[in-house]
Structures are given as structure tokens and as C-alpha cells.
């Protein structure tokens, strides 16, 4: 059974710092990992998708990056700013279940000015 | 140009009076997702349509039953509301559940509340 763990669970940082969140799961055969952003009680942003052949994918100041053989993905903020501030989440989809992903419990940011 | 639409977006139900929530989409995506999402926590798949065909989780409660009438619409029913149902209700689309077109599309989700 696919585990999705988010460490930590809470981070803060000051503006303007670069960061990183991680994100590990137990089994390797992935079809992709999925990256999402939620603002308190809204539903997800899907904020980038990195397909199992892939290492990482990169829009604006985020960069996912992707290691299968050793079940990580990590999520690189740069410059970070206030409105940064939310819940990420990462999801698993794998190659048995096609149409189930596995979501870790998130990692909440809090950027402070 | 609101892709994922749930509706409503806040309810308010009574213990085990039934209750319907309801998600469209104007992506035409083959694929329909119900989550729950409790406070704090991972969403958790109930089930999902690919196209006509039903997909049910095997820990998801017989109490939540879906409908899926034609592409755009897709409902989640609650037959008997218990305080434990009090969640976040999420849905998603995707285009497929292929390699190249399984990327999920959230929408801003129900908040259930069971009095």
C-alpha cells in the first residue's frame, strides 16, 4: 500500500528566503506525482506534474523535482513572498490503480513579511 | 472561466436527512473524482467515474452513493448524514487515467456541515 509522507508539517519562513518542501513515498511504480497548492477552506491548485520519466518541471519560481529509486520529491520555492502562504500537497498515482493518487498530508507555509 | 463547479459551496444538513452535492465541469475530461477531506488532513478518494464506469473505493462507506447523468455532471449523495461526514468535499476531473492524461483538476469544494 502506497504512504505519502510530508515533512514537516508546518514551516515559516521570512519573505524573500528560498525554500524547500519535501515529499516521500513507499513505492516506486509511479505514474507521475502531482504538486498541489490549497488556500484555507478552497479546494486545489494543481501547481505542477512531473511524469515518472521525467526528473523535474519548473513554472515561474517553483521547481518539483522528481527521484523515483529513492521515492522523493522535493518542491523549490524561490524568493518566497506573503502570498506563498498556503497548504502544498503532493500526490502519487500508480501504476496499478490508475485512477487512484495517494495524497501526503501537506506541508502549511507560512511566509512572513 | 470556471472549469471544475461545485455546488453549493457551503451546506448545512441534519443528522440523517439526505443530502446532494454537485459537481460540473466545462473541460469535457473523461474522468470524474469525489474526495473527502477532513481538517488537517489528505483528501481521501471515495470513488471515481471513467466515463459511464463506476470506480468505487473499497473503504469508502455505503452511505456515499455517486451519479454520473452524462459527461459535465456528477453528484455525490450522502443517504444518511452522520457527524463523521462533516467534511470538505472535493472534485476533480482529468482528461483520462493514462500516462499522458491523468494530470487532476480540482474544484473549490463543499464544506458539509452535519448538525
Known amino acids: 500500500k502506497q504512504e505519502v509522507t510530508q515533512i514537516p508539517a508546518a514551516l515559516s519562513v521570512p519573505e524573500g528566503e528560498n525554500l524547500v518542501l519535501n515529499c516521500s513515498f513507499t513505492d516506486s511504480a509511479i505514474y507521475n506525482l502531482q504538486w498541489f497548492r490549497q488556500d484555507p477552506g478552497k479546494g486545489l491548485t494543481s501547481l505542477l506534474l512531473?511524469?515518472?520519466?521525467?526528473r523535474e518541471q519548473t513554472s515561474g519560481r517553483l521547481n518539483a523535482s522528481l527521484d523515483k529509486s529513492s521515492g522523493r520529491s522535493t518542491l523549490y520555492i524561490a524568493a518566497s513572498q506573503p502570498g506563498d502562504s498556503a497548504t502544498y500537497l503532493c500526490?502519487?498515482?500508480?501504476?496499478?490503480?490508475?485512477?487512484?493518487?495517494?495524497f501526503g498530508d501537506g506541508t502549511t507555509l507560512t511566509v512572513k513579511p | 472561466d470556471a472549469m471544475v463547479i461545485q455546488n453549493p459551496r457551503y451546506q448545512v444538513t441534519q443528522f440523517g436527512k439526505p443530502v446532494t452535492l454537485s459537481c460540473s465541469q466545462t473541460?469535457?475530461?473523461?474522468?470524474m473524482y469525489w474526495y473527502q477531506q477532513k481538517s488537517s488532513q489528505a483528501p481521501k478518494l471515495l470513488f471515481h467515474y471513467y466515463d459511464k464506469d463506476f470506480n468505487n473505493e473499497a473503504d469508502t462507506p455505503d452511505n456515499f452513493q455517486s451519479r454520473r447523468p452524462n459527461t459535465s455532471f456528477c453528484f455525490l449523495d450522502i443517504r444518511s448524514p452522520g457527524l463523521g461526514d462533516a467534511a470538505m468535499y472535493l472534485c476533480?476531473?482529468?482528461?483520462?487515467?493514462?500516462?499522458?492524461?491523468?494530470?487532476?483538476?480540482f474544484g473549490p469544494g463543499t464544506r458539509l456541515t452535519v448538525l
Open positions: 473541460l469535457n475530461h473523461n474522468v
Open positions: 476533480a476531473t482529468s482528461r483520462g487515467r493514462g500516462l499522458e492524461d491523468n494530470e487532476q483538476f
Open positions: 500526490a502519487v498515482r500508480p501504476h496499478t490503480n490508475a485512477g487512484k493518487s495517494t
Open positions: 512531473i511524469q515518472s520519466s521525467q
